[in-house]
């Protein structure tokens, strides 16, 4: 018995292609999509970048709070500006908020992992706030950056070092004393 083709019906090339199909064109609507809406990462908006420089102003002019809000401002118009986060952190860490500060130099470093300022000054900021592990790992990673010019990483080196071998202040709660009814004394 000699086997025959049985020609397809429309149907059956249609269910046996559409999977394929589908998954192609899905692949092309994602690709183009990405390119339409995404913008070049040096493309920050350009009112960011004004509120920023008014921010600098406001901040060399000793008005923190006001170079704060406008740093905020700035932030908030284009989160992709890295130059906002820096000096953001450098307005908080002025006003003695160094958590808030290695925020700040966190999402710089998001937005470019590699910069070595940032990295520098969270590191100095960290042991300022007494996070020395923290400073230590930024250390080594600013170590394997460095090409040339490297003295801020042999300063910070040595900041690391001293602030090492500090020792760790520790509270120590008072032990209230008995008074002659043998209540303890109260303690404020």
Same mark, same amino acid.
Do not use: H, W
């Given at each position: 018995? *000699?086997?025959? +083709?049985?020609?397809?019906? @429309?149907? $059956?090339? %249609?269910?046996?292609?559409?999977? =394929? ?34 921010? *600098?102003?406001? +901040?060399?002019?000793?008005? @923190?709070? $006001?170079? %704060?809000?406008?740093?905020?401002? =700035? ?52 042991? =300022? ?60």
């Amino acid at each position: 018995m *000699i086997a025959t +083709s049985v020609p397809e019906t @429309i149907l $059956e090339k %249609i269910m046996r292609f559409s999977p =394929a199909a589908i998954t192609l064109s899905l692949s092309f609507a994602m690709l183009s999509s990405a390119g339409i809406s995404k913008k070049a990462d040096d493309e920050i908006n350009p009112l960011s970048i004004s509120l920023m420089e008014q921010g *600098i102003k406001a +901040s060399q002019a000793k008005e @923190i709070e $006001e170079a %704060i809000s406008l740093y905020e401002t =700035a932030l908030a118009v284009d989160p992709r500006n890295r130059a906002a986060y820096l000096e953001m952190a450098r307005a908080v860490r002025s006003k003695g908020l160094n958590g808030k500060a290695i925020r700040f130099y966190k999402e710089a470093l998001e937005l470019e992992p590699n910069d070595q300022l940032a990295l520098l000054e969270q590191a100095d900021t960290m042991i =300022a706030k007494g996070a020395i592990d923290q400073a230590k790992l930024n250390l080594a990673r600013l170590k394997l950056l460095c090409q040339s010019d490297c003295g801020n990483v042999d300063k910070l080196a040595v900041a690391v070092q001293k602030a090492a071998e500090k020792p760790v202040l520790q509270a120590s709660v008072a032990e209230p004393k008995p008074t002659a009814d043998g209540q303890p004394t109260k303690v404020n």
